[in-house]
């Protein structure tokens, strides 16, 4: 098992951050609209399924997975679509929307009204694992993502969902202890924590609750026959993520180019 499909798909999302030019073609541009607790991420792929655009904002308008900020929420995906179609010359009109697993018939939506107000048509919705496994393609093993509010974590059985957890440790945590180590407001230790030059200070300031993720993992997998773990979310960045997270568990550790683009973009694929 490796992650070298993935990472040439990701690579292509990275390019998309920063690609200028309008599109000649303008049919069936679909969307993936990843709606996160620290980031909210929108993806365009082309009828090949190829990345064009991409956009981002931080935003704490969700909490566990939950809208709470609907007003929020709503204006920054219209932002966001309103730069993607300047960007490429062009109305953007469908989206996919990705869930936490478990989430009630009212988050979803909610989701979906979020997306809807902002303009677009929802054309899917699905799950947040199965969204990242449109692009890891794993059979068996265990998807682990660790964004910003919470630590989910889903075993896939030939190719299928078995079982899933979710607890609430993320990014969030770790900049809450750089911010307490260095003295420094929350947003100072975010952005410190995300530029690569720090990351070495960061690890190593931060590796016990990385530790404590990684036990979690561990905690949850017992009892299944899990021969390898996927990291993804913007958390597992972090340089040595999945050594830790391979030594807490005792399981082959894999951790693709950019793990935080990994469910946007699995969400786009699904549109
Ligand atoms: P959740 O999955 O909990 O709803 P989310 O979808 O917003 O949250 P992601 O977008 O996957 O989560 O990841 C966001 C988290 O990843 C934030 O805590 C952010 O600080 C962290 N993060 C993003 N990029 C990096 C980076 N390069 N280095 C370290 N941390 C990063």
């Given amino acids: 098992c490796n992650t070298e499909h993935a990472d040439v798909l990701i690579e292509a999302v990275e390019e998309s951050l920063t690609r200028t030019g309008k599109v000649t073609n303008p049919e069936e541009l679909v969307v993936g609209v990843d709606l996160g607790t620290a980031y909210i991420v929108l ?6 399924r190829q990345p064009l655009a991409t956009e ?3 935003a704490q308008v969700l909490k ?3 809208v709470v900020d609907y007003v929020g929420a709503l ?3 219209r932002k966001l679509k309103e730069k993607l179609e300047e960007r490429l010359g062009v109305t953007l009109d469908k989206a996919a929307i990705a869930m936490p697993s478990n989430s009630d018939e009212s988050s ?3 989701h979906r009204y979020v997306v809807e107000g902002a303009g677009m048509e929802v054309v899917n919705m699905l799950d947040e694992p199965t969204a990242a496994n449109r692009v890891l393609g794993i059979q068996n093993g265990a ?6 509010g919470t630590t989910g974590l889903s075993i ?3 190719g299928e969902v078995i079982y899933t957890a979710d607890e609430a440790t993320g990014g969030t945590h770790l900049s809450l202890v750089l911010a307490g180590n260095y003295k420094t407001s929350f947003e100072e230790a975010e952005e410190f924590k995300k530029n690569p030059a720090n990351h070495r200070d960061v690890v190593t300031i931060v590796r016990p609750v990385i530790e404590k993720m990684g036990s979690i993992v561990r905690d949850h997998i017992q009892g299944y026959d899990v021969e390898d773990i996927y990291l993804v979310g913007g958390t597992t960045c972090l340089p040595d993520f999945e050594a830790v997270v391979e030594k807490q568990t005792g399981v082959r550790t894999h951790k693709p180019k950019n793990p935080f683009l990994v469910t946007p973009l699995g969400i786009a694929i699904s549109a």
Avoid: A, P
């Fill in 43 to 48: 993806v365009v792929l082309d009828r090949d």
């Fill in 56 to 58: 981002m904002q931080f």
């Fill in 64 to 66: 566990d997975g939950l």
């Fill in 75 to 77: 204006h920054i995906v």
């Fill in 108 to 110: 979803c939506k909610t």
């Fill in 143 to 148: 998807v682990v993502d660790i964004g910003g």
């Fill in 156 to 158: 896939f059985r030939d």
